[in-house]
């Protein structure tokens, strides 16, 4: 006889505690909180052959993400596959930045005609999850949001978190700006790919199972942002707000690109670990 508590003490020669709950809690269907006051409850051969199998897989190298098919962002839980990036805390930086941005434009536009004409148009670049598009679609409801990726896999994924999370998207498969043409919006955002190519990070830990085309993007992990930033001026509203996230050692090229751009009152801003994650730059 199995109870969680041993199934969990057996885990910990493999798995740091946190993850192990985690585990067994998709196992069981249960939170977290629930094997904390049933850890006397006994597991049947079900359970224990389910949860050996995660952690195994687990303990060699599959993220617990991927594992449990979840990950919190921004205080709501987000269906993730391999097909998608997992939502890093450091990318509620770039959603906190938008919402900023979103509440100047909407006070700025109270005064015209029409709710909907004034709604705020939001483009969300390479929106993976959707966790960014689906966050701001819901923290701001009057927004019309647009969500684009390049991967039909992706957007799928993006499509179930909407759903699910009812949240109002519109989603469109693009390479980056391709099939956006002739439109623009009033606030962009991306966590584009900036991962340097050669980068032995890549190579380890849980970024060697995520999606090589959402992390890296040529010798100096900039090609991606190179395309973005430049295209992105024909795309802005006048006055619209451009914010990317980035590496940690990018934030001067990312001036650079910003500033060559034409883009105006750049902005750049840190991370909670210090870092200068995010920059941004509004068209004139
Ligand atoms: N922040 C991620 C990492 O370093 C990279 C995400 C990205 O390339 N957009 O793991």
Redesign the pocket.
């Known amino acids: 006889m199995t109870t969680v508590a041993a199934a969990l003490a057996a885990a910990r020669a493999k798995l740091p505690a946190g993850e192990a709950r985690l585990l067994l809690g998709h196992v069981l269907q249960r939170p977290v909180s629930w094997l904390m006051a049933h850890d006397d409850e006994v597991l049947g051969e079900a359970e224990l052959l389910g949860f050996a199998s995660l952690a195994a897989r687990r303990a060699g190298g599959e993220p617990v993400a991927y594992l449990v098919g979840r990950r919190e962002f921004f205080g709501r839980e987000f269906v993730v596959s391999p097909a998608v ?1 997992i939502p ?1 805390p ?2 509620e930086l770039l959603v906190e930045l938008a919402l900023a941005s979103a509440a100047c434009g909407a006070m700025v536009s109270e005064g015209g005609a029409g709710a909907d004409r004034n709604a705020v148009k939001i483009l969300d670049l390479g929106t993976g999850s959707g966790c960014i598009a689906v966050t701001l679609a819901l923290e701001i409801p009057s927004a019309r949001v647009t969500a684009a990726d390049i991967s039909a896999a992706a957007l799928a994924v993006a499509r179930s978190n909407a759903e699910r999370l009812g949240a109002s998207l519109r989603l469109c498969e693009s390479d980056w700006f391709a099939a956006l043409a002739g439109e623009c919006f009033d606030l962009i955002v991306a ?5 340097a190519a050669a980068d032995p ?1 890549l190579a380890a830990g849980d ?1 060697r199972h995520e999606p090589s085309s ?4 040529g010798a100096e ?1 900039l090609d991606a942002m190179r395309r973005i930033i430049a295209a992105a001026p024909a795309h802005l509203a006048p006055g619209g707000q451009l914010w990317l ?1 980035h ?1 940690y050692d990018q934030a001067a090229a990312v001036r650079q690109l910003l500033a060559t751009a034409g883009l105006t009152g750049i902005e750049q801003h840190i991370d909670l670990a210090g870092i200068v994650r995010v920059s941004g730059g509004r068209r004139y």
């Not at 966590?191 to 991962?195: E, L, R, S």
């Not at 959402?214 to 993007?217: D, E, G, R």
Request: aromatic content about 6%; charged content about 15%.
């Open positions: 990036l890093r450091e990318t966590n584009p790919p900036y991962i990070h970024l959402a992390l890296s993007s992990g996230e590496g």
